[in-house]
């Protein structure tokens, strides 16, 4: 489960990538460029959080399908929290499952962690823009 998530988790980035390089290069000649690129981060987080919740459901329909948990909300709500690292005080698994409850958490910090280096790459990007933009009208 780890290695589908992580791999959904990078195409999902990849794709998203591809569009803000795209809409990035539209809005490049724009004077309000930090403007627009907020808005560009802004429709990137909405897809990344878009992938971490698609993960959470896939995660959940595991524990769901497996019996881990009793019906599909509290399989969301475990998942959400395991994924987070969160944990929540109302669901627990039962000792056969523990460790997969532990998985989850791992690969969520995995997929956060993979979700922080994007978005450092994009203000990185920016920034390297920003700089250009200044040198160029000095």
Do not use: C
Not at 11 to 33: C, F, K, P
Not at 107 to 114: D, Q, R, S
Not at 122 to 138: G, K, P
């Amino acid at each position: 489960m780890i290695v589908a998530t992580v791999i959904f988790h990078v195409i999902g980035l990849i794709l998203i990538n591809e569009r803000v390089i795209a809409a990035t290069r539209i809005l490049r000649t724009s004077r309000r460029y930090l403007f627009a690129f907020a808005l560009i981060m802004g429709a990137a987080t909405l897809g990344a959080t878009l992938l971490h919740a698609i993960e959470v459901v896939i995660w959940s329909s595991l524990y769901w399908i497996l019996g881990a948990l009793p019906d599909g909300k509290s399989a969301l709500l475990y998942s959400l929290g395991a994924m987070t690292t969160y944990g929540h005080e109302r669901f627990y698994l039962a000792d056969h499952w523990q460790l997969m409850g532990a998985l989850e958490a791992l690969n969520g910090m995995m997929l956060f962690g993979l979700t922080t280096a994007f978005f450092y790459g994009m203000i990185r990007e920016a920034l390297t823009e920003r700089s250009a933009r200044q040198t160029a009208t000095s």
